[in-house]
């Protein structure tokens, strides 16, 4: 880049310099993209960027600040509108304070992944919170990207979100159930928060990069995930998104907890959240139709075995000689099988006989 062109990039940027990398958010430059009517080619034509830089970009890869410079012209905003919460120089619009609340009582301290996408295709990111008076207490915050949505399906959309925090309620306090402290807008209706008290920073799905479960604790992951689950089908709740990136592990104690209610189901003739769920190897067959029972949960909660025990998910055919491996009593590895069963009628019908099973396992490990 030229010295004048050089120049302009930091006098419209101050924060940015071209010797700088710089990470974009992809979902932004889309929102941006479509809502301006241009193609991809509008965006790789004239110099503007390469579409081999633009391809980097979407796959979460730096650039430089003359390049996000370029790009966020050719979008008609400034480069920070861009920016991907993998960015240092990001920062989440803060939570919503309201006319009559006074300061909020949460504050940002620090994001805890890159952006994700949820299964009805929000994009969120997650990120550690910290009380504004209490300085000792810190929470788990998601925060929703919804400004690009028109008034209509911002509204229908941050109904759907306080599903969580109703979920949360139900249940009470639980030690395998992640309890909500907010569900709020943020500043400007950029988006919606959801906080949670604090568990830890990783989930079981993290853990599992690694490798598998150690055999000798896989008694005691199991039967807290499943006491969870458990909980919520008693306060008339299936889960139906049961995975490893929802189970938290502590900080504390090392338990494993059960949070991410957001698309879970309410056993009391409320609507379903979503009906468009792209395709999740955990969760069951019968859930991309629309339809989720108990049996639904059961189901990913034979697959969430699964990975543990294997560190991934393995064929379904593997399962039986796997479980054997891990010293589980044949009773209960019969059980978890049958969750595993494609059609709901030859799954158990309920939790019971497995945290029967599952705690006289881990009575017996404990020995």
Not at 250 to 265: C, H, I, Y
Request: with cysteine.
């Amino acid at each position: 880049m030229c010295q004048f062109r050089k120049m302009l990039v930091e006098s419209a940027n101050p924060s940015f310099s071209d010797n700088q990398w710089i990470y974009l958010d992809p979902f932004q430059i889309e929102r941006r993209r479509i809502d301006r009517g241009l193609s991809l080619k509008d965006l790789t034509g004239n110099m503007i960027i390469s579409m081999n830089t633009l391809k980097q970009i979407y796959e979460g890869r730096g650039t430089r600040a003359g390049t996000a410079d370029r790009l966020a012209k050719q979008l008609k905003c400034a480069v920070t509108d861009l920016l991907s919460p993998r960015d240092a120089r990001y920062i989440a619009p803060a939570v919503d304070r309201g006319s009559m609340s006074g300061a909020s009582e949460w504050d940002m301290d620090g994001y805890l992944s890159s952006g994700r996408v949820a299964s009805n295709g929000l994009y969120y990111i997650v990120c550690r919170m910290k009380h504004r008076y209490t300085t000792s207490k810190t929470g788990r915050g998601k925060f929703y990207h919804l400004s690009l949505m028109n008034p209509q399906m911002r509204k229908a959309i941050q109904n759907k979100l306080t599903r969580h925090a109703e979920i949360s309620a139900r249940v009470g306090l639980h030690a395998n159930v992640s309890q909500n402290l907010t569900s709020t807008p943020a500043v400007g209706d950029a988006g919606w928060w959801v906080i949670d008290d604090w568990v830890g920073e990783h989930t079981l799905a993290d853990r599992l990069e690694n490798g598998p479960w150690p055999a000798a604790d896989l008694p005691r992951l199991l039967l807290e995930v499943a006491t969870g689950l458990q909980a919520l089908h008693k306060a008339g709740v299936v889960f139906r998104e049961l995975a490893p990136a929802r189970v938290l592990l502590s900080d504390q104690d090392g338990r494993a907890v059960l949070t991410d209610f957001e698309l879970a189901k309410l056993l009391d003739g409320s609507p379903s959240v979503s009906s468009d769920w792209p395709e999740d190897p955990y969760r069951a067959p019968e859930v991309d139709g629309g339809g989720a029972t108990v049996q639904s949960d059961l189901y990913s909660f034979g697959k969430v075995a699964v990975a543990a025990a294997a560190g991934e998910l393995v064929d379904h055919d593997l399962a039986q000689n796997l479980f054997h491996q891990t010293g589980m009593p044949r009773r209960l590895a019969k059980l978890l099988i049958e969750c595993l069963e494609p059609v709901p009628q030859k799954r158990p019908v309920e939790l019971a006989p497995l945290l029967k099973e599952l705690t006289a396992w881990q009575k017996k490990a404990t020995r």
